[in-house]
């Protein structure tokens, strides 16, 4: 089956504690991206990568880490994390073309920094 | 990045046909309209896109004037598991410089029965 995965699904952790949150997807997919959702802020983005070892940042990408060292992994690093980063994270994947703004969703990592 | 403006929520009846309205005044030449649907707590699904005139296919069309400063999403006979989120986004992903896609806040949509 076609899909984007995210590990952990519900994390809980401290300030400062550094913390990776896993994104995979198995349709070959050369476009990559993490969204940040906060409620009355819409979705964000934060970086996105458009093949391997190609990343960029997106619209918030302060406090936030990236790596493409493979085409089906994006892993988001927070290095020291801070309750302002508490959010309902997405990674996204997408082919190329204009199949790229076909980005397919991963099911979402809850995130709460106390 | 063109800015899109979407009205806040609507509310339909079952089995009408729903059309959302984006306006994007500063579209540029190579940005395209891209529709995407929302449920609590799921990440976004890809409904459409397109660049100009009309898209249509399983799910819903995509209308879009001459001069694309707005577009159309239309529903038809929407049922009520069509409740959600939706967002317009404008964007060019496709050039060298990569636009980040914004979402916006969405319409949410409610469908009664």
């Known amino acids: 089956e076609a899909q984007v995965t995210q590990n952990p699904r519900y994390l809980i952790t401290v300030t400062g504690k550094k913390l990776t949150v896993t994104c995979s997807q198995n349709?070959?997919?050369?476009?990559m991206s993490w969204y940040r959702q906060d409620p009355g802020l819409g979705l964000r983005q934060i970086y996105y990568s458009m093949n391997v070892e190609v990343t960029d940042k997106g619209d918030v990408p302060e406090g936030y880490k990236v790596s493409r060292k493979e085409k089906r992994n994006f892993p988001l690093i927070l290095e020291s994390p801070s309750p302002n980063q508490t959010s309902l994270y997405f990674c996204?994947?997408?082919?190329?073309?204009?199949?790229?703004?076909?980005?397919?969703f991963g099911p979402g990592t809850r995130l709460t920094v106390t | 990045l063109a800015k899109t403006t979407q009205p806040i929520s609507m509310d339909s009846y079952e089995g009408q046909e729903v059309n959302i309205t984006c306006s994007h005044n500063n579209i540029a030449t190579n940005d395209y309209i891209t529709w995407y649907q929302q449920f609590p707590s799921q990440g976004p699904r890809f409904i459409i896109q397109?660049?100009?005139t009309k898209v249509t296919n399983e799910v819903a069309s995509l209308f879009i004037p001459a001069d694309r400063k707005s577009s159309t999403l239309s529903l038809p006979r929407v049922s009520l598991s069509d409740t959600a989120v939706y967002y317009c986004l404008v964007g060019d992903m496709l050039g060298e410089g990569n636009t980040p896609l914004v979402f916006g806040k969405g319409t949410r949509l409610s469908v009664i029965a």
């Open positions: 996204a994947s997408s082919s190329q073309g204009t199949e790229i703004y076909e980005q397919y």
């Open positions: 349709m070959n997919h050369e476009y």
């Open positions: 397109g660049y100009k």
